[in-house]
Structures are given as structure tokens and as C-alpha cells.
């Protein structure tokens, strides 16, 4: 029997994907580049994590503190999902957690002790980069088939969003007048090509 709305009467849907965001690989190789998408995702957010709570050690009680502590909450959110993402889909964390710990807090710490702009010319950085990287996964993806990836991404997209908010945010407040904004913004993005670039393979 189809289900109806108990309102409208309307046919509802039935669900017939046993997966709730990654649909299982056709072949080998669409498994490793899922694999990789979703274990380098996971790195990623795990580090963004780190560096909120890395500015948060040194600015939390200040004026800034409620706004970072805005945007890690939503990180929070981001990496909840894909930890459930990668143990639904038995996918290996990457084997570099422990040095994105410590490299991510410190990062996050060291440009909060240049002050507020430190912090936020630090979050632009790794906005940008971490919203280009998603916009890249989204074109693999929409190459391959835009329909068996919808879920994924939805989530990517919606994801990739809130980073190019906390960006904007990081603009609005004085991003760019930290000194020597531009050799900072340089020099953590290409820390963040490297940890991706790593963390897709190890
Ligand atoms: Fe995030
Ligand atoms: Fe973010």
C-alpha cells in the first residue's frame, strides 16, 4: 500500500536509497576517489576545528570571543556529520589526526595573539581555501552524475557556504588590516594545499 499525508492525501514517497548521504561506488575506483573525498572533508573540518579552538583559547573572553565561538559551533556541526559519514561508510580517517590537533590550535592561536585581525586574517585563509577545495569536490562530482551524488552534494554545498561565510566574516572584521595580511593569507593557504593534498592519501 503507498503511504499517503494523513493532511493532504498526497502519495508520499517512498524512500528506496539504503544510504542516507553517499551511494555505494559503482567500481574500485569511484570507492577510492569517494574514500578520498570524504577522508580529506573529514581532516579538513576536524582542522577548522582546531583553529577555532586555538583563537578561542587566547580571544574567548574578549569582544570577538561570542562570534568565533559562532562559527566553530557550526564546524562542530560539519564535523559531527562527516564522522558519521566516514563510519557509515567505513572510510579510514586520515592517519595525520594528530599532528592536525596540534597544528591546527596552534595556527589558530599564534595568529590570535597578533590580535583580533590575526584571527580573522587567519579565518579568511582558511575559508577560502576550504570553500575552493569543495568547489572543486562539487565539480568532480557534478562530472560524474549530479543525480546518484545529490545528497552529497547538498551537503557540500551547503557546507561550503557556511566557510564563505565565516570568510565574509573574517572580511567585515578587519581581516586585512593585520600587518603583512597578504604574506599571512599566502603563507597559511599554502599550509592548507599541502594538509588537503596529504590528507587525501595518508
Ligand atoms: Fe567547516
Ligand atoms: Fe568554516
Not at 493532504?8 to 539504503?18: D, E, I, Y
Not at 565561538?69 to 557550526?74: G, L, S, V
Not at 594538509?195 to 587525501?200: H, P
Request: glycine share 6%; proline share 4%; with cysteine.
Amino acid at each position: 500500500m503507498i503511504r499517503q499525508c494523513s493532511k493532504c492525501r498526497v502519495p508520499l514517497q517512498q524512500s528506496v536509497r539504503a544510504y542516507s548521504v553517499v551511494p555505494p561506488p559503482r567500481d574500485a575506483e569511484e570507492k577510492e576517489m569517494l574514500h578520498r573525498i570524504l577522508r580529506v572533508d573529514h581532516a579538513g573540518e576536524y582542522g577548522a576545528n582546531r583553529i577555532y579552538a586555538g583563537q578561542m583559547a587566547v580571544l574567548g573572553r574578549s569582544r570577538t570571543g561570542p562570534m568565533i565561538q559562532e562559527m566553530w559551533d557550526q564546524e562542530k556541526k560539519h564535523l559531527k556529520k562527516f564522522s558519521e559519514i566516514l563510519a557509515e561508510n567505513r572510510v579510514r580517517p586520515t592517519a595525520l589526526l594528530p599532528l592536525w590537533n596540534v597544528a591546527g590550535f596552534v595556527l589558530g592561536a599564534s595568529t590570535a595573539l597578533l590580535g583580533k585581525e590575526g584571527a580573522m586574517a587567519c579565518t579568511v585563509a582558511v575559508e577560502e581555501s576550504i570553500a575552493e577545495h569543495y568547489n572543486s569536490q562539487i565539480r568532480v562530482l557534478m562530472e560524474r552524475d549530479p543525480e546518484r551524488f545529490t545528497e552529497l552534494l547538498l551537503l557540500i554545498k551547503e557546507f561550503r557556504d557556511d566557510e564563505m561565510e565565516h570568510h565574509d566574516t573574517g572580511l567585515e572584521h578587519d581581516a586585512e588590516s593585520v600587518p603583512g595580511y597578504w604574506l599571512l593569507k599566502n603563507a597559511i593557504q599554502l599550509g592548507c594545499k599541502a594538509a588537503i593534498y596529504v590528507s587525501q592519501r595518508v
